[in-house]
């Protein structure tokens, strides 16, 4: 608490008395925290892959040029690291357009089932890389959803992705949509690693991860989770994730349905 206080007179013009105002700060603090672990995190998620390309950039000046070889595998190190910083400038853009509303949202009615059925044939292959069997399994019947395609679209994209990419080698994953009271529930099941009890409660913060070097090494920014979770609350609907350590996990998409906008 912090306490501010001012003396107040009597008609004698005597000090009568204190005003004493105690106001809660720890709110405050841990805002003002929350904003300055942000900004050393965005600096030093920066910094790594500036450190390589001027490391990479000063051997090739230093003579590497002359090599062939060795050039072109030095050029595509930096042409990585650039793809990586562009990558987290564009989601950080986007959180950003998030936290001041500046998204524009093109509210329709979507069948759940043709969303689905699109997101898919594009994740398909890659699961079909890795040997995993993708299933998909919409109930009948299920009504149509009130929102945005392409924000829709990303946030499935993004949590079946998360499940591929966090699932070994012919590991198993299934989309089961269906209604439950007045919301429809997407679930994205996987049997991959699973994520421990402790990081589970900070999995939606900005650029948290359970093991950055594996993230980074598959190209992740850290920053999905918390974009995902960020577009299904502006439809009024949210994400919920349930994980067993070396087990496997579970990821709820909940969206309103149309008829109970
Ligand atoms: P990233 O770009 O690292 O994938 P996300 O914000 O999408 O970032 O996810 C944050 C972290 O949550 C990941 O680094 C990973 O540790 C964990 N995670 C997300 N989805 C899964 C999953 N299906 N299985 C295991 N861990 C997951």
């Known amino acids: 608490y912090r306490a501010k206080y001012a003396p107040f007179k009597n008609d004698k013009n005597q000090i009568g008395g204190f005003i004493v105002v105690f106001q809660d700060v720890t709110e405050q603090q841990k805002l003002e925290n929350m904003r300055k672990e942000f900004v050393a995190n965005v600096s030093h998620e920066l910094k790594t892959p500036i450190t390589t390309i001027k490391s990479y950039a000063e051997t090739l000046l230093n003579g590497a040029i002359e090599d062939r070889d060795l050039a072109i595998q030095f050029l595509s190190v930096i042409n990585s690291e650039c793809d990586r910083m562009g990558r987290i400038v564009k989601d950080l853009l986007q959180l950003s357009n998030l936290d001041f509303k500046q998204t524009k949202w093109k509210i329709k009615s979507l069948s759940l089932k043709k969303v689905l059925e699109d997101a898919y044939m594009k994740m398909k292959m890659a699961a079909e890389e890795k040997k995993q069997s ?50 429809a529930v997407i679930t994205v099941k996987d049997n991959g690693i699973g994520i421990p009890k402790e990081d589970l409660k900070r999995i939606f913060e900005r650029f948290y991860r359970v093991d950055k070097a594996r993230s980074r090494a598959l190209g992740g920014t850290g920053l999905g989770l918390s974009i995902a979770k960020q577009i299904a609350e502006a439809h009024n609907g949210d994400i919920k994730i349930r994980s067993e350590y070396n087990k496997g996990t579970e990821v709820d998409i909940i969206l309103p349905v149309e008829d109970s906008v």
Do not use: C, F, M
């Open 134 to 183: 993708l299933n998909l399994s919409v109930e009948e019947n299920i009504p149509n959803i009130y929102a945005d395609k392409d924000g829709i679209e990303q946030v499935i994209l993004n949590i079946i992705s998360n499940a591929i990419k966090y699932t070994p080698d012919k590991g198993k994953i299934d989309i089961i949509a269906r209604k439950r009271e007045d919301k």
